[in-house]
């Protein structure tokens, strides 16, 4: 089985944009989907980005997806920070099981 | 709306067992694939198990496999898990998810609460 690896915590002001990585140890990153979820202190998880770069309705266009084959990782990029989106974020792909990065923690500071 | 309640959870001695229960509405329950997820205290996301519609196929994580069950009821719109031989390190929020139908093996497009269960003595 492969990991995903993703930085511990990235802080950033409001108003700005934030980039989190999401590296696969083994395998295309390319090969199966790569999902996002946000979870807030205190509550369950959330879908923000599907599919790679899918955004499910209700999710603001500020949260965007992509992947780069070259550094065989996954991106989520959220632009036009807000204090409501500081949360811990989790990448999530899979090949023959679920596979989680270990999160990243936004401060929104 | 898509809405997902877990119950069941709660104190349970090491080597005992616990059944949770997701109730599911809002969407044709008989026509996704469904999942378990836990996340131990402070920790990060862990898959545990996924099940097919009809229940014919089944998928564990190999830390839960032998002790662990997953298990539906598509006339009670219902997902089970029913947890034997409990170990200290199974304390977790356990998380019913729905699988998206265009990724049915691991896109998680909708989540419940949580259940909490605790292995101590």
């Known amino acids: 089985n492969f990991m995903l690896t993703q930085p511990h915590s990235v802080s950033e002001s409001p108003g700005k944009t934030v980039t989190i990585s999401c590296t696969r140890s083994?395998?295309?990153?390319?090969?199966?989907?790569v999902q996002w979820y946000q979870q807030r202190p205190g509550s369950a998880p959330t879908t923000v980005i599907y599919?790679?770069?899918?955004?499910p309705s209700g999710v603001p266009d500020r949260f965007s997806g992509s992947i780069d084959s070259s550094s065989n990782s996954a991106s989520l990029t959220i632009s036009g920070l807000k204090t409501e989106d500081e949360a811990d974020y989790y990448c999530?792909?899979?090949?023959?099981?679920?596979?989680f990065g270990g999160g990243t923690k936004l401060t929104v500071l | 709306e898509v809405q997902l309640v877990e119950s069941g959870g709660g104190l349970v001695q090491p080597g005992g067992s616990l059944r949770l229960s997701c109730a599911a509405s809002?969407?044709?329950?008989?026509?996704?694939?469904m999942s378990w997820v836990r996340q131990a205290p402070g920790k990060g996301l862990e898959w545990v198990a996924n099940?097919?519609?009809?229940?014919?196929?089944?998928y564990y994580v190999d830390s839960v496999k032998g002790r662990f069950t997953i298990s539906r009821d598509n006339a009670k719109n219902s997902l089970y898990l029913q947890m034997n031989s409990l170990r200290a390190e199974d304390t977790a929020v356990y998380y019913c998810?729905?699988?998206?139908?265009?990724?049915?093996?691991?896109?998680?497009?909708?989540w419940g609460q949580g259940t909490l269960v605790t292995v101590s003595s």
């Open positions: 998810a729905r699988l998206s139908p265009r990724c049915p093996v691991g896109c998680f497009d909708y």
């Open positions: 809002g969407f044709t329950f008989s026509s996704y694939w």
């Open positions: 099940i097919k519609q009809d229940g014919s196929e089944k």
């Open positions: 083994s395998g295309s990153i390319a090969s199966n989907y």
């Open positions: 599919e790679d770069n899918q955004r």
């Open positions: 999530q792909s899979y090949d023959s099981t679920v596979v």
